[in-house]
């Protein structure tokens, strides 16, 4: 079982990242990580070049989308970092979803973590379960956690507040039940209802 953590900022020593790491050390038993963090990224803005396998723009960049397209190949799950800007998901991450693909992700689960300074955090959610995933063909689980006053929790501190460890729990039940969907899904590509080719785009 293997499951990719993508941390949507784009800033180095990120609390996406944090979170990242705090992941990859409270996954469920069993389960293999990679972290795709976007601040040490360097995917440049999608452009028609990416369609020109002899472009130069193309090439220069198979050094990055090569290891990338072969991790998410390899994955059973996503959990998806992102930290909210202006109201929004990082133009980033959203410039990450174009890179990907059915033949990477279709039919796989994915749990949505929205991150905020403060007390906000829910419009990353609302925005990633309505425009993130249609081509893709990923979906994500019902379950989503918020982690609001980031910079204050997840410091593996041994004060650990009521709020934080109801957060805390939050966290373990989601990826608890992230595992479970990735099991279940992965019968669900094996079947031979399962048509990528002919709906490369979903629907
Ligand atoms: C340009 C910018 C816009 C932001 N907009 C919001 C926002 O709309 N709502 C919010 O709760 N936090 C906002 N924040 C604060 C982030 O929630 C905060 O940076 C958080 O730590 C996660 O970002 P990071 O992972 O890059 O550290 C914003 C931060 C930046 C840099």
């Known amino acids: 079982m293997h499951f990719t953590i993508i941390s949507g900022s784009h ?36 452009n028609d070049h990416m369609w020109d396998s002899s472009s130069t723009e193309y090439q220069e960049t198979s050094h990055i ?18 930290p909210e800007r202006a109201g929004m998901v990082p133009a980033w991450l959203k410039n990450f979803f174009l890179y990907c693909s059915s033949q990477q992700l279709a039919n796989k689960p994915a749990l949505a973590i929205g991150v905020s300074a403060g007390i906000n955090g829910a419009y990353p959610i609302a925005e990633l379960k309505v425009s ?37 729990e939050r966290v373990h039940y989601s990826l608890a039940m992230l595992k479970e969907y ?18 490369p785009y979903g629907m």
């Not at 944090?18 to 038993?29: D, G, I, S, T």
Request: neutral net charge; charged residues 20%; hydrophobic residues 40%.
């Open 65 to 82: 989308r090569h290891p990338m397209k072969e991790i998410l190949t390899k994955t059973d799950a996503l959990i998806i970092i992102a």
């Open 182 to 199: 990735a099991l279940a899904m992965i019968e669900v590509r094996k079947s031979w209802v399962s048509d990528i080719e002919n709906f």
């Open 132 to 168: 993130s995933n249609k081509n893709a063909q990923f979906f994500y689980i019902p379950q989503h956690v918020i982690l609001r006053n980031i910079k204050d929790i997840l410091n593996n501190s041994d004060n650990i507040q009521e709020r934080e460890q109801k957060t805390i």
């Open 11 to 46: 800033r180095s020593w990120s609390q996406s990242s944090k979170v990242a790491n705090y992941l990859a050390n409270n996954l469920p038993l069993g389960v293999e990580h990679n972290i795709i963090d976007l601040a040490n990224n360097p995917l440049p803005l999608w």
